[in-house]
Structure formats: C-alpha cells, structure tokens
C-alpha cells in the first residue's frame, strides 16, 4: 500500500525559506515520477511541481506562480522527495500535499496528508 | 492560463443522481481524472482515465468524456458522498497538471 508521509511544515516570514520532505513506503518511490500539489484555506487544489523519475532524468516542471522560487529533488536511497521553498509569500500559505501516480502518467493515486505551511509577519 | 471550469455547488436529495461538469478541457489534454475530498483529508482518486475506478469505489460513481466536456456522475447519492469534487487534467502542450475548481456536493 502507498504511503506518503510529509514533513516541514510550519510559520514562515514573508521572503524566508523552508524546506518540506516526502517519506514514501509501500512501493517502488524510485521508478515513481513525484508530485507537490497545495491547498490555500478555503480554496482549491493547485498543482506545484513534479519530479520524474531517474529513468527519466530527474527532470523537473513547476507551475508558473512558483517556478524560479521552489525545487523539488528526491534522494531514492532514502525514499524521499523534497520541497524547497525560497522566497516564501503570503500566498504560498496553504497544505502542501505529496503524490504519485498509479494507473496512469497523470493522475494523482497516492496523497499524504498533507503539511501546512503559514507565511506571515 | 487553462481553466477547468466546474459549478460551484450541486445539490441533490437521497438517492437520486448527481452530475458534476468540467470543461473547457483543451485538445491536447490527455484523459480527465476526478477526486473526492473530504473536510480535513486529503483528496481521493475516484476516477481515472475518464470513466475507470480504482478499486473499492462504488459503481455508483461513474465518469464520462465528450472531449470537451467530461462530467461525474454519482447514482444513488448517500449522505456520505457529500464532498468537494475536483476534475483533473494532464495539459500537454505545457506538461503541467491543472485541477478543475472544484464543486461542493451537498445532500439535502
């Protein structure tokens, strides 16, 4: 069973830096192309960011509000996936959720439950 | 930017049939998947590839694609079904993800 655990969250000022982390289980996380997806307070889902697999180079896509600002990276050796976050505002404060997929290239099967992280002064 | 468009709210009493819409879905996104989310949790896939369920989801959830349109429908709404609901797309020209924004599933 998919087991997607995050970690990192927390209070952040406006302009500072965090560092979120994804512990996967119960699958191969190697082969496994890696997702960040946020939730503001009240609102909607908003992908972030994706990490494909080694095969696939590592390579990494982010969505426009956080591209040049967040980095995603994966240490397979420890089953993990990582969000930096730089340059932190206020309207990065929401749930940061980890996933993968499974039945397909594009959906989202495996969820955490998620981290909150609060950017305010 | 790519918009998926859903209602805001749907309302439906006990068992009777609920429809939730998504659209405009571009040419060049591939299949739509939908997500049920609970107050508190986080999302669960509920459809696949426009009209497949994983297993352990209720028949009575089914989804469809007219291509520029994919709609949810949930037969026999029970109360536990009340939810927000959230289509989902693989946008190819971009290979970004885009949510659709979302609709709350009451049950009178």
């Known amino acids: 069973e998919v087991q997607l655990v995050e970690s990192g969250g927390g209070l952040v000022q406006p302009g500072g830096s965090l560092r979120l982390s994804c512990a996967a289980s119960g699958f191969t996380s190697s082969d496994a192309w890696m997702n960040w997806v946020r939730q503001a307070p009240g609102k909607g889902l908003q992908w972030v960011g994706r990490i494909k697999s080694k095969t696939y180079g590592e390579t990494t896509d982010y969505a426009e509000p956080v591209k040049g600002r967040f980095t995603i990276s994966r240490d397979d050796s420890k089953n993990m996936v990582f969000l930096q976050m730089n340059s932190l505002k206020i309207e990065d404060t929401a749930v940061y959720f980890c996933?993968?997929?499974?039945?397909?290239?594009?959906?989202?099967?495996?969820w955490g439950q998620g981290t909150l992280v609060t950017v305010s002064a | 930017s790519y918009v998926l468009t859903q209602p805001p709210s749907v309302s439906v009493a006990p068992g009777k049939t609920a429809r939730v819409t998504c659209g405009e879905i571009?040419?060049?996104?591939?299949?739509v998947h939908w997500y049920q989310q609970k107050p508190g949790q986080a999302p669960m896939l509920l459809i696949y590839s426009d009209s497949d369920r994983p297993s352990g989801i209720p028949e009575r959830f089914s989804g469809s694609n007219s291509g520029n349109t994919a709609t949810l429908t949930i037969s026999r709404v029970e109360a536990g079904d009340e939810a927000d609901y959230y289509c989902q797309v693989w946008d190819s020209t971009r290979d970004h993800y885009v949510f659709g924004t979302g609709t709350k599933v009451t049950v009178l």
């Open positions: 571009n040419t060049g996104s591939e299949s």
């Open positions: 996933s993968t997929p499974a039945f397909s290239a594009s959906d989202f099967t495996g």
